[in-house]
């Protein structure tokens, strides 16, 4: 008898957890001690790494400490030169009329936890709703994107891996801004393009950036290397296989996030305003009477979607101009100047891409919120 | 329910429970993750066994709902698995108390198996579908270790004499 109350009460539970968000304070307060437990075993790993760090040997750490110093030199060097291309990107945006592009904020959370289920791909993050993490929030690691944020709790967040089977994530080939959409296989080491033409220029090497598409991710970080294209004449598209620059199974530290939650017509407004502001003081550089108005809405056409791969490369403005025209998809259309640009600013934002740019397929980028 | 008043030693099940819980989320090599044994299943099936006037399918529920939380499943999902164990270990109790050894651990086999696979057919429901049936594992090791958890709690409930 009390059996039958139990499993229709579970049931109850299960269909209201499913439909509404009735039951989120509960899990969250029942979070707040439970999740306690990842952080206890996590403790060993963490005691194991800070005795290592006590007694490991001088000659190491002289050593390491030296790599780091290059490793710093090297990527000043390159900020540097960040500086000035970010700088030029904004001014050439200006010339398109689309909106200038905002810095995002980062914040590091450290990794406590994997899911257990080993048929999803799921890490638990130390940074939570009190941290101002929010739902759906991208997550880095040194070398490309991650994840998002899937579900939130007080002071810890679960974070879904770019390689569960239920994620997908829309991207563009860097080196000539063909869009597809990459989804997860299970397997860490490995993303499949879905859909992607036989005659589509993508080779293997390619890299692959978020496209901004989606509307969840920032535009222009890496996702992946494309590993091996098939073309099967049976099948009625290519296989494509790509793997994952970030480390999805190693990474310990992650970066998350914090784009503002502004639309992009905002963003551009706003910009605008900045820059009008800039100009009456004299101080900003001279620029081409084409201020956008704060009414003025970029139009589609004036957004490539494809703009992260050109401003970088290009100095003039006649290579500026959309060497790409929204409307040729997958034909092919190498842009004159597009060298893969060197360094992509990773502060570039989707903020000109509007949804009116007819993205190839309108996914969201991902379909499984929560199981 | 444990920690009425006539109980003794009660605290002793529910630091197993706090350790079960513990086990059930600690991290473990990528090739072993498949083969975790269900170790709040495992315990509830032994307390069940040993008092089951005091540990019942209400505590195996609200362990439910802790490992839903755990796992972040839908509230209610863990919840139904431990109590249809519990449930079946409880109307098995008499027969069960008086096997050998490795007979409980087939009985125990077949109950997890069905749960695991309850399981499949709830995470099926929520569109989160694992591709294999690889999901019996789990039961299949609880089953070989249940004789070694077995008389681990055996040794424990005699020396504090819980009750």
């Not at chain 1, 007694?55 to 780091?68: D, H, I």
């Not at chain 1, 490309?144 to 390689?163: A, D, I, N, W």
């Not at chain 1, 001279?286 to 056409?301: D, F, G, M, S, W």
Request: proline share 8%; glycine share 6%.
């Amino acid at each position: 008898m009390r059996v039958l109350v139990l499993v229709v009460l579970s049931v109850a539970l299960m269909v209201v957890d499913a439909r509404f968000t009735l039951l989120k304070p509960v899990r969250s307060q029942m979070s707040l001690v439970l999740m306690q437990s990842y952080w206890i075993t996590d403790l060993p790993q963490r005691l194991w790494q800070g005795v290592a760090s006590q007694f490991g040997s001088r000659t190491e750490l002289v050593a390491e400490n030296e790599k780091l110093k290059t490793e710093n030199l090297l990527l000043q060097g390159r900020m540097q030169k960040l500086a000035a291309l970010t700088e030029q990107n904004v001014r050439l945006r200006e010339l398109l009329n689309s909106s200038a592009l905002v810095n995002e904020k980062v914040e590091v959370a450290e990794l406590i936890g994997m899911d257990p289920n080993p048929f999803t791909h799921r890490i638990i993050i130390n940074k939570g709703e009190r941290d101002g993490v929010i739902l759906g929030q991208p997550v880095l690691d040194a070398r490309g994107l991650m994840g998002q944020v899937v579900e939130l709790m007080p002071y810890t967040s679960r974070v879904l891996l770019l390689t569960d089977t239920t994620h997908s994530i829309p991207v563009q080939v860097n080196r000539n801004g063909l869009r597809a959409i990459a989804s997860g296989t299970g397997n860490p080491e490995r993303l499949e393009l879905r859909h992607v033409a036989d005659t589509a220029d993508i080779k293997e090497g390619d890299l692959l950036v978020s496209s901004g598409l989606g509307q969840r991710f920032p535009a222009g970080y890496p996702v992946a290397t494309v590993k091996e294209v098939i073309h099967d004449s049976g099948q009625p598209f290519a296989i494509v296989r790509a793997v994952p620059t970030a480390a999805l199974n190693r990474s310990r530290y992650l970066l998350l996030v914090f784009s503002d939650g502004r639309t992009a017509e905002e963003r551009a407004n706003e910009a605008a305003q900045a820059q009008e502001a800039l100009d009456q003081h004299g101080g900003g550089p001279v620029i081409p009477a084409t201020v956008p108005k704060p009414a003025l809405v970029p139009t589609p056409a004036a957004a490539p979607v494809a703009a992260p791969a050109v401003p970088a490369a290009a100095a003039t403005p006649a290579a500026a101009t959309p060497a790409k025209p929204a409307t040729t998809r997958h034909s092919a259309a190498k842009p004159p100047a597009a060298q893969p640009a060197a360094t992509k600013p990773p502060a570039t934002q989707p903020a000109a891409v509007k949804p009116a740019a007819k993205p190839p397929v309108s996914a969201p980028a991902s379909t499984g919120g929560r199981e | 329910m444990v920690g009425t008043t006539a109980s003794r030693n009660g605290w002793i099940v529910w630091l197993t429970f706090a350790i079960g819980m513990l086990l059930s989320v600690s991290p473990l090599p990528q090739f072993m993750e498949i083969l975790r044994p269900l170790w709040l299943a495992l315990l509830l099936a032994f307390w069940a066994l040993t008092m089951p006037q005091k540990v019942g399918m209400v505590t195996a529920w609200c362990l439910g709902l802790a490992e839903d939380v755990l796992y972040g499943t839908l509230l209610g999902q863990n919840a139904l698995i431990l109590t249809l164990i519990t449930f079946l270990v409880l109307s098995l109790q008499q027969r069960l108390r008086m096997f050998p050894m490795w007979q409980q651990s087939l009985v125990i086999l077949v109950i997890f198996g069905l749960a695991q696979l309850v399981q499949l057919w709830l995470s099926a429901l929520t569109g989160n579908r694992q591709p294999t049936l690889a999901l019996v594992l789990p039961a299949l090791v609880s089953a070989l270790l249940w004789p070694w958890v077995s008389y681990g709690l055996r040794g424990l409930h005699r020396r504090y004499k819980i009750t």
